[in-house]
């Protein structure tokens, strides 16, 4: 059963770094700073960014 939550996170942790990776933000050194949150904060990270960073990105 934990290999299952464990690839449940995985494929979320990707999916944000994704995410991240292809949206465009109001200040360039907020991508930097997700990125490291999310390296670094690991098993909250993607929940947060997720939740926060709708705020934070461009709308086009």
């Not at 690839?7 to 990707?14: D, G, H, P, R, V």
Request: charged share 15%; hydrophobic share 60%; proline share 3%.
């Amino acid at each position: 059963m934990i290999h299952v939550y464990i690839f449940l996170f995985a494929t979320l942790w990707i999916w944000a770094v994704v995410d991240l990776l292809k949206s465009e933000f109001k200040d360039n050194s907020t991508k930097l700073l997700w990125l490291l949150l999310l390296i670094f904060l690991n098993p909250l990270a993607p929940f947060l960014y997720f939740h926060l960073s709708r705020k934070q990105k461009l709308r086009i």
